[in-house]
């Protein structure tokens, strides 16, 4: 069972804010929160990851929860290429590839 | 720069045929090694990792085993391919040991099994 909760599905205007959110309630004190997102019929991109800080990169934003045990990924403006299932996932230095993905959060990004 | 290769990309065999794919991992030494399995519109389930040559270490009993013949060589393999055994196949690396920080993992661009 994926250690991360996300919700299904979710639809996004283009042009807007999309906000992911993610439920991370056995993440330990080690453990980075990752992101990663999956296009049709392709490999996962890795998005972004965090411990403690909220983090920046060119790609979106990640907001880490003071108990982090939960994260929010916002991609500032979407737009329709940002259509895909995005997952979450937590881990160590050391068993970040021995995480569980759940079924992620299918994004639209509608006109 | 460090990039993964993953073939082929797609194939189509029939029930008890054996299988190989293969990964192989270019500006890297010492990688993480990964093998998933992805079901149509479900999340990745991890098979097999390698922190090493000749290590393998399996996360859930199936039909497949996997070999790690150099340090960034990852082989799948079945000797009789089953209709469940169809899927979407990704092989991943992350920084081996030594290592501190985060890891981040990078996907190859998968193959898709069909078993008919």
């Known amino acids: 069972d994926a250690k991360t909760t996300q919700p299904p599905s979710m639809d996004c205007a283009e042009g807007r804010a999309a906000n992911l959110p993610c439920n991370h309630s056995t993440i330990s004190g080690n453990e980075y929160v990752y992101w990663y997102r999956q296009i049709h019929s392709q490999g996962p991109q890795y998005i972004i990851h965090g411990l403690k800080n909220n983090e920046t990169n060119e790609m979106a934003s990640l907001i880490i929860t003071e108990d982090r045990k939960s994260s929010t990924l916002i991609l500032p403006h979407a737009t329709l290429r940002d259509t895909a299932v995005y997952y979450c996932?937590?881990?160590?230095?050391?068993?970040?590839?021995?995480?569980?993905f759940g079924d992620g959060t299918t994004l639209t990004v509608k006109p | 720069s460090q990039t993964i290769h993953q073939w082929p990309a797609t194939l189509v065999q029939p029930v008890g045929s054996p299988l190989s794919l293969e990964c192989t991992v270019e500006g890297t030494s010492n990688p993480n090694l990964y093998w998933y399995r992805q079901a149509a519109g479900r999340g990745l389930q991890l098979l097999f990792y390698?922190?090493?040559?000749?290590?393998i270490s399996s996360e859930v009993p199936q039909n497949l085993s996997a070999s790690r013949p150099q340090d960034r060589q990852f082989i799948l393999s079945s000797k009789k391919l089953l209709l469940s055994d169809s899927g979407f196949y990704l092989c991943?690396?992350?920084?081996?040991?030594?290592?501190?920080?985060?890891?981040?993992?990078?996907f190859g661009a998968g193959s898709r099994l069909t078993v008919l």
């Open positions: 996932i937590d881990g160590g230095d050391t068993n970040a590839g021995k995480s569980t």
């Open positions: 390698s922190v090493g040559i000749g290590q």
């Open positions: 991943a690396w992350t920084g081996g040991a030594p290592f501190s920080g985060a890891n981040v993992l990078t």
